[in-house]
Nanobody, 127 residues
């Protein structure tokens, strides 16, 4: 059974950094589009970043404007793991962060397009 498990969340002061990890198991996700979403209290789940992969072109990334230049998504296909490095964190980055995998198609903004989800990890940024 395919499973995604996030780790690395926690509490940090504004300006600090965290690195989230998403370990995949149950199948090989190397060709899947992998994404990070987040959901703050009272708000809808929103896309943070995605990374795709092809043998010929490597990884392609997408970032939401709100995190561009501060967050970096990467993947290690040998370890079936995706990472989200978050620098210069702001209080508005506070949310539960979810890892997601899409088996077909390219990167998508829409959560419904993703087939597998992790349980989420809390990130809290204090001012």
């Amino acid at each position: 059974q395919a499973q995604l498990v996030e780790s690395g969340g926690g509490s940090v002061q504004a300006g600090g950094s965290l690195r989230l990890s998403c370990a995949a198991s149950g199948r090989t996700f190397s060709t899947y589009v992998m994404g990070w979403f987040r959901q703050a209290p009272g708000k809808e789940r929103e896309l943070v970043a995605t990374i795709s992969w092809t043998t010929y072109t490597g990884g392609h990334t997408y970032y939401a404007d709100s995190v561009k230049g501060r967050f970096t998504i990467s993947r290690d296909n040998a370890k079936n793991t995706v990472y989200l490095l978050m620098n210069s964190l702001k209080p508005e980055d506070t949310a539960v962060y979810y890892c997601a995998a899409r088996s077909r198609g390219g990167s998508s903004y829409y959560a419904n397009d993703y087939d597998y989800w992790g349980q989420g990890t809390q990130v809290t940024v204090s001012a």
